[in-house]
Protein backbone atom coordinates (compact mmCIF):
# COMPACT_ATOMS: atom_id res chain seq x y z
CA UNK A 1 0.00 0.00 0.00
CA UNK A 2 1.62 3.13 -0.84
CA UNK A 3 1.38 5.78 2.30
CA UNK A 4 -0.05 8.93 1.79
CA UNK A 5 2.64 10.59 3.50
CA UNK A 6 5.27 9.63 1.17
CA UNK A 7 3.53 10.75 -1.68
CA UNK A 8 3.08 14.07 -0.17
CA UNK A 9 6.90 14.18 0.65
CA UNK A 10 7.54 13.80 -3.52
CA UNK A 11 5.19 16.40 -3.88
CA UNK A 12 6.36 18.80 -1.85
CA UNK A 13 9.71 17.84 -3.12
CA UNK A 14 8.66 18.79 -6.76
CA UNK A 15 6.84 22.30 -5.57
CA UNK A 16 4.69 22.59 -8.40
CA UNK A 17 0.99 21.14 -9.63
CA UNK A 18 2.55 20.16 -12.79
CA UNK A 19 5.03 16.86 -12.30
CA UNK A 20 6.80 16.45 -15.65
CA UNK A 21 7.47 13.43 -17.47
CA UNK A 22 11.04 12.58 -16.41
CA UNK A 23 9.81 13.32 -12.45
CA UNK A 24 6.69 11.08 -12.56
CA UNK A 25 8.64 8.73 -14.45
CA UNK A 26 11.22 8.34 -11.47
CA UNK A 27 8.59 8.51 -9.62
CA UNK A 28 6.63 5.65 -10.72
CA UNK A 29 9.45 3.38 -11.43
CA UNK A 30 10.17 3.72 -7.85
CA UNK A 31 6.81 2.40 -7.16
CA UNK A 32 7.56 -0.86 -9.16
CA UNK A 33 6.28 0.10 -12.73
CA UNK A 34 8.80 -0.09 -15.64
CA UNK A 35 10.03 2.75 -17.70
CA UNK A 36 12.37 3.34 -20.75
CA UNK A 37 15.78 3.81 -20.00
CA UNK A 38 16.98 7.32 -20.39
CA UNK A 39 18.49 10.18 -19.09
CA UNK A 40 17.04 14.20 -18.27
CA UNK A 41 19.16 16.62 -19.96
CA UNK A 42 19.04 20.23 -17.69
CA UNK A 43 18.63 23.12 -20.46
CA UNK A 44 21.94 24.64 -21.16
CA UNK A 45 23.84 21.45 -20.03
CA UNK A 46 26.20 19.77 -22.39
CA UNK A 47 25.17 16.78 -24.04
CA UNK A 48 27.24 13.97 -21.79
CA UNK A 49 28.59 11.66 -24.11
CA UNK A 50 29.06 9.04 -21.25
CA UNK A 51 25.66 8.63 -21.07
CA UNK A 52 25.23 6.13 -23.85
CA UNK A 53 21.77 4.45 -25.09
CA UNK A 54 21.66 2.66 -28.09
CA UNK A 55 20.26 4.10 -30.81
CA UNK A 56 17.31 4.95 -32.15
CA UNK A 57 16.27 7.00 -29.34
CA UNK A 58 13.43 9.51 -28.62
CA UNK A 59 13.66 13.09 -27.33
CA UNK A 60 10.74 14.95 -26.11
CA UNK A 61 10.84 18.36 -24.26
CA UNK A 62 9.89 18.84 -20.72
CA UNK A 63 7.87 21.55 -20.33
CA UNK A 64 5.06 22.17 -17.22
CA UNK A 65 3.19 25.14 -20.18
CA UNK A 66 1.73 22.57 -22.49
CA UNK A 67 -0.28 19.71 -22.32
CA UNK A 68 0.52 17.36 -25.50
CA UNK A 69 3.76 17.44 -26.43
CA UNK A 70 2.42 16.18 -30.05
CA UNK A 71 0.34 19.42 -30.62
CA UNK A 72 3.72 21.24 -29.24
CA UNK A 73 6.17 19.94 -31.79
CA UNK A 74 7.80 18.46 -28.21
CA UNK A 75 8.97 15.15 -29.37
CA UNK A 76 11.29 13.52 -31.78
CA UNK A 77 11.08 10.19 -32.37
CA UNK A 78 13.84 7.54 -34.13
CA UNK A 79 17.23 9.79 -33.87
CA UNK A 80 19.59 7.40 -35.58
CA UNK A 81 23.04 9.27 -34.56
CA UNK A 82 24.97 12.03 -31.78
CA UNK A 83 24.78 14.54 -34.72
CA UNK A 84 20.60 13.93 -34.96
CA UNK A 85 20.23 13.76 -31.35
CA UNK A 86 22.37 16.94 -30.56
CA UNK A 87 20.29 18.41 -33.32
CA UNK A 88 16.98 17.46 -31.97
CA UNK A 89 17.94 18.51 -28.62
CA UNK A 90 18.78 22.54 -29.42
CA UNK A 91 15.41 22.39 -31.15
CA UNK A 92 13.23 21.22 -28.30
CA UNK A 93 15.06 23.61 -25.68
CA UNK A 94 13.38 25.88 -27.85
CA UNK A 95 9.90 24.86 -26.92
CA UNK A 96 7.67 27.07 -24.51
CA UNK A 97 8.82 26.69 -21.03
CA UNK A 98 11.24 23.90 -21.46
CA UNK A 99 13.23 23.20 -18.61
CA UNK A 100 14.52 20.56 -20.22
CA UNK A 101 14.97 17.58 -22.32
CA UNK A 102 13.93 13.67 -21.76
CA UNK A 103 16.08 11.52 -23.82
CA UNK A 104 15.02 8.03 -24.16
CA UNK A 105 15.94 4.81 -25.61
CA UNK A 106 12.92 4.04 -28.39
CA UNK A 107 10.93 0.37 -27.46
CA UNK A 108 9.35 -2.23 -29.75
CA UNK A 109 5.73 -1.78 -30.76
CA UNK A 110 3.27 -2.62 -28.23
CA UNK A 111 -0.18 -2.54 -27.23
CA UNK A 112 -0.86 0.90 -26.50
CA UNK A 113 -3.52 1.20 -23.72
CA UNK A 114 -4.22 4.01 -21.20
CA UNK A 115 -4.03 4.62 -17.46
CA UNK A 116 -5.26 7.06 -15.99
CA UNK A 117 -6.83 8.29 -12.62
CA UNK A 118 -9.07 11.86 -11.67
CA UNK A 119 -10.47 13.40 -9.04
CA UNK A 120 -14.10 13.79 -9.73
CA UNK A 121 -15.95 16.79 -8.15
CA UNK A 122 -19.26 14.07 -7.10
CA UNK A 123 -17.66 10.50 -7.24
CA UNK A 124 -14.28 11.48 -5.18
CA UNK A 125 -10.91 9.22 -6.65
CA UNK A 126 -11.39 7.12 -9.97
CA UNK A 127 -9.44 5.10 -12.15
CA UNK A 128 -9.69 4.65 -15.48
CA UNK A 129 -8.26 2.14 -18.21
CA UNK A 130 -9.03 2.54 -22.31
CA UNK A 131 -7.24 0.62 -25.16
CA UNK A 132 -5.86 2.58 -28.27
CA UNK A 133 -3.44 5.12 -26.86
CA UNK A 134 -4.29 8.87 -28.43
CA UNK A 135 -7.31 6.95 -30.05
CA UNK A 136 -8.93 6.15 -26.67
CA UNK A 137 -10.27 9.50 -26.98
CA UNK A 138 -11.98 8.86 -30.61
CA UNK A 139 -13.43 5.84 -29.53
CA UNK A 140 -14.23 6.27 -26.13
CA UNK A 141 -13.57 3.00 -25.26
CA UNK A 142 -12.67 3.27 -21.76
CA UNK A 143 -14.13 1.96 -18.51
CA UNK A 144 -13.94 3.70 -14.86
CA UNK A 145 -14.00 2.26 -11.07
CA UNK A 146 -13.66 4.10 -7.85
CA UNK A 147 -9.81 4.10 -5.97
CA UNK A 148 -8.67 2.60 -4.05
CA UNK A 149 -9.68 -0.47 -6.35
CA UNK A 150 -7.96 -3.92 -5.46
CA UNK A 151 -6.27 -6.31 -7.63
CA UNK A 152 -9.20 -8.26 -8.62
CA UNK A 153 -11.00 -5.31 -9.72
CA UNK A 154 -8.40 -4.05 -11.59
CA UNK A 155 -8.42 -7.04 -13.57
CA UNK A 156 -12.57 -6.64 -13.98
CA UNK A 157 -12.17 -2.93 -14.93
CA UNK A 158 -9.37 -4.07 -17.70
CA UNK A 159 -12.27 -6.38 -18.87
CA UNK A 160 -15.07 -3.69 -19.28
CA UNK A 161 -13.65 -2.17 -22.43
CA UNK A 162 -14.35 -3.69 -25.63
CA UNK A 163 -10.45 -3.57 -26.93
CA UNK A 164 -9.78 -5.92 -24.37
CA UNK A 165 -10.30 -8.41 -26.60
CA UNK A 166 -6.97 -7.06 -28.69
CA UNK A 167 -5.25 -7.74 -25.35
CA UNK A 168 -6.06 -10.93 -25.65
CA UNK A 169 -4.11 -11.57 -28.48
CA UNK A 170 -5.37 -11.60 -32.35
CA UNK A 171 -3.92 -12.49 -35.97
CA UNK A 172 -1.07 -14.47 -34.60
CA UNK A 173 0.21 -11.80 -31.62
CA UNK A 174 0.93 -13.40 -28.60
CA UNK A 175 -1.48 -12.11 -25.45
CA UNK A 176 -0.05 -9.21 -23.48
CA UNK A 177 0.65 -9.49 -19.54
CA UNK A 178 -2.71 -8.54 -17.63
CA UNK A 179 -0.99 -8.49 -14.91
CA UNK A 180 1.29 -6.12 -15.43
CA UNK A 181 -1.38 -3.47 -16.82
CA UNK A 182 -3.42 -4.64 -13.52
CA UNK A 183 -0.86 -3.56 -11.61
CA UNK A 184 -0.15 0.01 -13.01
CA UNK A 185 -4.29 0.20 -12.73
CA UNK A 186 -3.51 -0.57 -8.95
CA UNK A 187 -0.23 2.05 -8.45
CA UNK A 188 -2.40 4.47 -10.00
CA UNK A 189 -5.47 3.54 -7.86
CA UNK A 190 -3.57 4.06 -4.64
CA UNK A 191 -2.18 6.88 -5.44
CA UNK A 192 -5.65 8.47 -6.45
CA UNK A 193 -6.60 7.66 -2.87
CA UNK A 194 -4.53 9.85 -1.20
CA UNK A 195 -7.09 13.03 -2.38
CA UNK A 196 -3.83 14.58 -2.84
CA UNK A 197 -3.27 14.28 -6.64
CA UNK A 198 -5.90 15.84 -9.09
CA UNK A 199 -5.44 13.69 -12.50
CA UNK A 200 -2.32 11.20 -13.75
CA UNK A 201 -1.90 10.39 -17.14
CA UNK A 202 -0.22 7.57 -17.96
CA UNK A 203 -0.50 7.54 -21.96
CA UNK A 204 0.58 5.06 -23.90
CA UNK A 205 1.17 2.24 -21.56
CA UNK A 206 2.24 -0.30 -23.89
CA UNK A 207 1.61 -3.56 -23.23
CA UNK A 208 4.06 -6.83 -24.32
CA UNK A 209 3.62 -10.39 -23.36
CA UNK A 210 6.38 -10.06 -20.67
CA UNK A 211 4.99 -6.75 -18.69
CA UNK A 212 4.29 -3.04 -19.68
CA UNK A 213 6.23 -0.12 -20.21
CA UNK A 214 5.05 3.44 -18.87
CA UNK A 215 5.86 5.91 -22.38
CA UNK A 216 4.38 8.49 -21.33
CA UNK A 217 2.95 9.73 -18.11
CA UNK A 218 1.87 12.81 -16.36
CA UNK A 219 0.70 14.20 -12.80
CA UNK A 220 -1.33 16.92 -11.86
CA UNK A 221 -1.68 17.81 -8.40
CA UNK A 222 -4.85 19.43 -5.96
CA UNK A 223 -4.10 22.77 -6.05
Known sequence: MIEKKGVKEFLDSIGKQTILE??????????????PEGFFLKKGAGLLKSRPLDFPLAAKAQSRLIRSKTEARAVKLGIR???????????LVRVEGAE???????????I?????????????????????GFLVEALRDVAF??????????????????GHQILKGIRGRPPVDMEAIAKAL???SELMATELIEEID???????PDGAVVLDAKIFVKA
Open 100 to 110: GVLVEEMLPDG
Open 22 to 35: HEAKSYLKGLGLRV
Open 112 to 132: ETVVGGISDPQFGPVIMFGVG
Open 202 to 208: INPLAAY
Open 145 to 162: ALAPATMEQARWLISQVK
Open 186 to 188: LVV
Open 81 to 91: NIEELESAIRE
